[in-house]
C-alpha cells in the first residue's frame, strides 16, 4: 500500500499524477493475471445454466477487510434486468452485481434474483442491495424485504443507500447522519444482520459533497463495523481535493473495502478519440476505468452498463487492465480539464459560494444532466421543483466566478439558460 509518511518515498497525491502504484514499486501483481484479449458476444439463455463448466472471470481484489474477492468491474443497474444483458455479462466474467431497492421500484433487485435463480449459480456472483432505513432497527427489517423481492436468502453486501444525500430526504439530522458510521447502535444492527447470515457484509452507498464524504469516510474507519463503502470518484476530484485523497486513505488503511462508481459522469459528453488513448487502443471511457483501476485502494468500479457495447468495452478494459503510467494519467487529467463538460462532479460547493448565492447551482446543473444525458425528464423536472424557491433563484449570482471556481469548469451561464427552460 502507497502511504502518505514518506516511507516508501511516494505519496498518494504523487501516485495519482504519475499513475504508479506500490504494487508495481515492490512488483507485486495487484491483480489476477489478465488474459489475452478476446470479445464478447452477446451469450445465450442458457449461457447462465450448470455448476460444473468452467468460465473466464474478469481479473479480481480484495475487497478490503472482508477478505472477499472480487472482479474489477461490477454491473450497476440502469433499469430493468434483462437476461441477454446479463448472460453476456455472465460471459464477460464479471461476478459482481449492483442492486437497490428503488432501481426501477425494486424490479432491477428482482428481476437479478429470478435470473440468478434460473442460473443456479448464486454463490459465484457477489450481489449488493441497498435500503433507506432511518434507524439501524429500520434496517435490520428492510434487509428481511430485500431478500423477499431478490427471492434469495442471503446478500453478499448490504447498504445504507444515498447516505448524505441531502436530497434523499433521511429523517436523521445532518449530525445524525455522519455519525451512522462510529455508531454503536448501527453497529449492532450491522453485527445482528451478520449473525442472522441474511447478509455476509455491510456498508454504506455514499453520496454528498466532498466534506461529507471525508467526514463518513474517516467515521467508517473510527468506527471499524462499516466493510465496504461505494462512492463517487474520479481522478480529477483526487487530484483537487487533498483531503479527500487522504480520509480515502485512512478508510483503505482501516480496511473498509472502497468501491468507485460515477466515475465517468464527468467526462460522459467525451466521445472523440483522444490520440493518447488511441496508441493504447483504449477509448476515452475505458482510459477513465483504467485510471480509476490504477489506484489500488479501490476493489471495483460500479459501471452503469446498459446494452452489449458498453457491456464490451467495460470487460475489455477490465480484462488488458494495466496500471496507467505518467503520461497516460496526465491525459486522462486533461480530458476532465476541458471544456464542455456537463456534470457536478459533487465536490465542496465552492461554485455558489465563489458566486455570493444561495442558489444551488450544482444541483441545479446535475439535475440538467439528468434531463439531458440520462433522459429522466421527468425525475428532473420534480427534482428542481422539489428545492426550495430561493434555492432555484441564481438572480444576481455572479455566474462567471461560479465558472472560474467551478472544478468541473462547468459554463454555467450556458447550463442555467438551458436549465430555466427545461426544468421550471
Ligand atoms: S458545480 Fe463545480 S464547484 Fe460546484 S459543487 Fe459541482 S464540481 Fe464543485
Known amino acids: 500500500m502507497v502511504r502518505d509518511d514518506g516511507r516508501d518515498g511516494i505519496s498518494r497525491r504523487d501516485f495519482v499524477v504519475a499513475g504508479m502504484t506500490a504494487a508495481a514499486v515492490a512488483g507485486?501483481?495487484?491483480?489476477?493475471?489478465?488474459?489475452?484479449?478476446?470479445?464478447?458476444?452477446?451469450?445465450?439463455?442458457?449461457?447462465?445454466?450448470?455448476?460444473?463448466?468452467?468460465r473466464e472471470v474478469l481479473p479480481t481484489r480484495v475487497l478490503g477487510k472482508t477478505?472477499?474477492?472480487?472482479?474489477?468491474?461490477?454491473?450497476?443497474?440502469?433499469?430493468?434486468?434483462?437476461?441477454?444483458?446479463m448472460n453476456a455479462a455472465d460471459k464477460a466474467g464479471i461476478r459482481m452485481l449492483d442492486t437497490a431497492d428503488c432501481y426501477v421500484k425494486g424490479k432491477h433487485e428482482s428481476g437479478l434474483g429470478e435470473w440468478l435463480n434460473k442460473s443456479g449459480r448464486r454463490k459465484e456472483f457477489f450481489v449488493v442491495s441497498k435500503d433507506h432505513p432511518?434507524?439501524?432497527?429500520?434496517?435490520?427489517?428492510?434487509?428481511?424485504?430485500?431478500?423477499?423481492?431478490?427471492q434469495n436468502d442471503y446478500l453478499d453486501l448490504f447498504f445504507i443507500h444515498g447516505l448524505g444525500e441531502p436530497k434523499i430526504g433521511y429523517k436523521m439530522t445532518e449530525e445524525e447522519v455522519l455519525n451512522?458510521?462510529?455508531s454503536k447502535e448501527w453497529a449492532a444492527a450491522a453485527e445482528k444482520m451478520k449473525k442472522s447470515g441474511k447478509t455476509r457484509f455491510v456498508g454504506i452507498a455514499l453520496h454528498g459533497e466532498i466534506p461529507v464524504r471525508c467526514q463518513i469516510l474517516k467515521n467508517a474507519a473510527e468506527g471499524g463495523w462499516v466493510d465496504a463503502i461505494m462512492l463517487m470518484y474520479d481522478p480529477q476530484t483526487v487530484r483537487e481535493?487533498?483531503?479527500?485523497?487522504?480520509?480515502?486513505?485512512?478508510?483503505?488503511?482501516?480496511?473498509?473495502?472502497?468501491?468507485?462508481?460515477?466515475?465517468?459522469?464527468?467526462?460522459?459528453?467525451?466521445?472523440?478519440?483522444?490520440?493518447?488513448?488511441?496508441?493504447?487502443?483504449?477509448?476515452?471511457?475505458?482510459?477513465?476505468?483504467?485510471a480509476v483501476w490504477t489506484d489500488e485502494r479501490f476493489a471495483s468500479i460500479c459501471s452503469a452498463i446498459n446494452n452489449l457495447k458498453i457491456l464490451k468495452e467495460n470487460a475489455s478494459a477490465a480484462r488488458n487492465f494495466k496500471p496507467l503510467k505518467k503520461d497516460k494519467?496526465?491525459?486522462?487529467?486533461?480530458?476532465?480539464?476541458?471544456?464542455?463538460?456537463?456534470?457536478?462532479?459533487?465536490?465542496?460547493?465552492?461554485?455558489?459560494?465563489?458566486?455570493?448565492t444561495d442558489a444551488a447551482l450544482n444541483d441545479i446543473v446535475r439535475y440538467l444532466s439528468y434531463y439531458e444525458l440520462d433522459g429522466c425528464r421527468e425525475k428532473a423536472r420534480d427534482l428542481f421543483a422539489s428545492l426550495p424557491e430561493h434555492r432555484r433563484d441564481w438572480r444576481g449570482a455572479d455566474l462567471a466566478a461560479a465558472s472560474k471556481a467551478c472544478v468541473s469548469k462547468l459554463d454555467f451561464e450556458t447550463l442555467l439558460t438551458r436549465a430555466q427552460a427545461k426544468l421550471a
Open 28 to 54: 507485486l501483481p495487484l491483480v489476477a493475471k489478465a488474459d489475452p484479449p478476446k470479445d464478447e458476444d452477446e451469450g445465450d439463455e442458457e449461457e447462465g445454466k450448470g455448476e460444473t463448466k468452467k
Open 329 to 356: 494519467m496526465a491525459a486522462v487529467l486533461e480530458m476532465y480539464d476541458r471544456p464542455g463538460r456537463r456534470f457536478c462532479a459533487a465536490c465542496d460547493g465552492r461554485c455558489h459560494r465563489a458566486a455570493g
Open 134 to 150: 432511518n434507524t439501524p432497527d429500520e434496517w435490520v427489517e428492510q434487509l428481511d424485504k430485500r431478500l423477499k423481492n431478490f
Open 180 to 182: 451512522v458510521a462510529k
Open 67 to 85: 477478505g472477499e474477492k472480487v472482479t474489477i468491474l461490477n454491473i450497476g443497474a440502469t433499469g430493468e434486468v434483462t437476461r441477454r444483458l
Open 241 to 290: 481535493h487533498d483531503d479527500f485523497n487522504k480520509a480515502l486513505d485512512i478508510a483503505h488503511k482501516a480496511g473498509v473495502g472502497l468501491i468507485a462508481m460515477k466515475t465517468m459522469r464527468t467526462v460522459k459528453t467525451v466521445e472523440e478519440d483522444v490520440p493518447k488513448f488511441k496508441e493504447m487502443g483504449l477509448s476515452p471511457h475505458q482510459a477513465v476505468l483504467q
